[in-house]
């Protein structure tokens, strides 16, 4: 219940947060579609509209009893008057007032006749696109319904109609079109064009199921965050982004994750990390490399092995040679020592895959694979193992049971809540321990600190020390709050 409510939400937070960023759009559709409207209207035929008002009178009678009778009478007769207006004894006289340029059939369907409720008052309406000629309708209908009521009405006694029929207001030309209602049309279409923007709105966020925020992870499972890695633009230069720009943001939130993994060691040993996906394509080889760079700026010894042996990317990355590798010390071909390169000037050693073998998943639950597992686990401070997209194959369920711990990197773009879900529920079957998430990917916000611009322009390895000590003491802080506040909610689902 507690997870449907945060699921709502989260939806209700990301739906205020698309509108306050996407506001123009819907002002936009507005726009467009009240624009679109109006000129649709203006293609239209407009149509004039003529009103010829008659009212009707019982003769007989002299007393107020009579004449009250007379007006009950008169008034029950409306109907009846209303539907002889179009009929064809009226309309055949209409049709030779105007010299027969209008047929009995046309005016059927352009005359209209109205009776307001409990008056002895009908009105005779004409519509058409000639103004002139919805007036002349209007009036010659009005005038041969006079004639005909005095000859259909009953008589009296002296042989006259006891009906009198009389135009008390002729129709006149019209000075604007009936329709269509250029400004009405507008205004109801940009209203269904606001409508449209905001359903379309309300429907991305409702069947868009991917991890877009740290809400949207917090609402669907209580793994620690161990932190977000900025959505990067590299273009031609493929580097990880704390070799191309290691004083920028997107290089702090590597410190701020190597300062929860930290944390989350405090808990738990881990020497040997596993780094892994739901789905291809999340980033988590580049995940890796960055969380290894930065390892090395504070360890003495980091390794970093690829064991993603179906797409291996890291020696491309890293512009190193990656015929020799993994799979070569796996099966004899050279020593761990041999096989591993040193990364420029730091110490960061890396072991590339080396020549993609018929079958990663036998090689890597091999025995000589746990024998180099636990090789480096003595030889070096800290190991990063990138590894395969676990709802892929089953390489990355293989190294997870080797490793100490294992990190899942989730694109905030492209992964799905469904898959984390799945990578999550396979890491606990197979006994893998799990550090946490980091989600990926995620768009930086407007409002960067010019303090990273002028610091990246000037670096100073001075201030450089001090700012990431200041953000890992600051996370690690935020983390332990974090963790307390996740521990004592599952305590009591538990009570």
């Known amino acids: 219940m507690a997870v449907m409510t945060n699921a709502g939400a989260t939806r209700s937070a990301r739906m205020i947060a698309a509108l306050r960023k996407r506001w123009y759009i819907i002002v936009a559709a507005g726009i467009i579609a009240g624009m679109g409207t109006y000129a649709l209207s203006t293609l239209i035929t407009p149509i004039y509209h003529s009103t010829a008002s008659m009212f009707f009178s019982l003769r007989a009678g002299d007393s107020g009893s009579d004449i009250n009778q007379g007006s009950t009478y008169t008034q029950n007769q409306m109907l009846s008057f209303a539907q002889l207006a179009t009929s064809a004894v009226v309309l055949d006289r209409v049709v030779n007032d105007l010299d027969d340029t209008v047929s009995e059939r046309e005016l059927r369907r352009l005359v209209t006749v109205t009776t307001p409720q409990n008056t002895v008052i009908l009105d005779v309406g004409a519509d058409t696109a000639d103004r002139d000629l919805s007036a002349k309708i209007a009036n010659s209908v009005a005038e041969n319904l006079t004639k005909v009521v005095a000859e259909v009405a009953p008589v009296d006694s002296a042989g006259k109609s006891t009906v009198a029929a009389r135009v008390i207001e002729p129709a006149v030309r019209a000075e604007f ?31 868009d199921t991917r991890v877009r925020s740290v809400a949207a992870l917090r609402s669907m499972t209580n793994r620690p965050l161990l932190g977000i890695a900025e959505r990067t633009s590299h273009k031609d230069d493929a580097r990880p982004v704390t070799v191309r720009s290691p004083n920028g943001s997107a290089a702090e939130r590597f410190r701020q994750i190597r300062a929860g993994l930290r944390f989350a060691a405090a808990s738990h040993e881990m020497s040997i990390v596993a780094v892994t996906s739901s789905v291809p394509g999340e980033g988590k080889t580049m995940t890796a490399l960055n969380l290894a760079l930065v390892m090395a700026e504070s360890k003495d010894r980091i390794l970093l092995i690829d064991a ?100 899942v990197v989730a694109d905030s773009s492209k992964v799905h809540q469904a898959q984390l879900m799945q990578t999550l529920d ?38 450089t020390g001090i700012h990431h000590r200041v953000w890992d003491k600051l996370w690690e802080r935020i983390h332990l709050a974090w963790s307390i506040s996740a521990e004592r909610e599952r305590a009591e689902r538990l009570d």
Not at 185 to 198: E, I, Q, R, T
Not at 431 to 439: E, T, W
Not at 447 to 456: I, K, L, Q, V
Request: charged share 20%.
């Open 426 to 463: 396979l890491l606990d079957s197979s006994g893998a321990h799990v550090s946490g998430v980091i989600l990926n990917r995620v768009k930086p916000s407007s409002r960067r600190d010019s303090y990273y611009r002028e610091y990246h322009q000037e670096p100073s390895k001075t201030k």
């Open 308 to 407: 993603d042996l179906r797409r291996p990317r890291v020696a491309d990355y890293l512009g190193l040679e990656g015929t020799v590798g993994l799979t070569t010390v796996l099966v004899g071909g050279v020593t761990v020592e041999d096989a591993v390169q040193r990364f420029g000037h730091t110490t960061l050693d890396v072991l590339a895959a080396g020549e993609v073998p018929p079958n990663p998943a036998e090689l890597l639950a091999s025995g000589p694979m746990r024998e180099l597992i636990d090789q480096t686990r003595g030889e070096y401070d800290f190991v990063v193992v990138d590894t395969a997209p676990l709802l892929s194959v089953a390489d990355a369920s293989v190294i997870a049971q080797q490793a100490d711990s294992t990190v």
């Open 177 to 207: 079109q009936s329709s269509p209602n250029k400004q009405r049309n507008a205004l109801l279409g940009a209203l269904l064009g606001v409508a449209l923007a905001f359903l379309g709105f309300f429907l991305s966020i409702v069947f």
